[in-house]
């Protein structure tokens, strides 16, 4: 049974920063594109970077350019995002997920497996 688990939100001031974890456990995790989303109240949920099996290139959604950085640890079966200089504006509920199919993915509709979501909150 595939399990993915987020770690590491929390309350921070705006200009601070957070890493956030998945860990992931009954999946073959190095064949899976990585990817993290966001969510926030009365919004869609929202790409935010993914990066590639293999090769682990990355992609970031125009909200995370320049301030967020995802990576991962095959062998330790988790991914990070590295988020610097927050905003008010990025206050959501973080979600990991896993995409067997896809290289490199931005869509949610891909993604096979998700994690329950981590809260990140941003006061100013």
């Known amino acids: 049974q595939v399990h993915m688990a987020e770690s590491g939100g929390g309350l921070v001031q705006a200009g601070g920063s957070l890493r956030l974890s998945c860990a992931a456990s009954?999946?073959?995790?190095?064949?899976?594109?990585l990817g993290w989303f966001r969510q926030a109240p009365g919004k869609e949920r929202e790409f935010v970077a993914a990066?590639?099996?293999?090769?682990?290139?990355?992609y970031y959604g125009d909200s995370a350019k320049g301030r967020f950085t995802i990576s991962r640890d095959d062998a330790k079966n988790t991914m990070y995002l590295q988020m610097n200089s927050l905003k008010p504006e990025d206050a959501a509920v973080y979600y990991c997920?896993?995409?067997?199919?896809?290289?490199?993915?931005?869509?949610?509709?891909?993604?096979?497996?998700w994690g329950q979501g981590t809260q990140v909150t941003v006061s100013s």
């Open positions: 009954g999946l073959t995790f190095s064949r899976y594109c």
């Open positions: 990066i590639s099996r293999g090769d682990s290139n990355t």
């Open positions: 997920a896993a995409d067997l199919t896809s290289r490199l993915s931005t869509w949610s509709r891909e993604y096979d497996y």
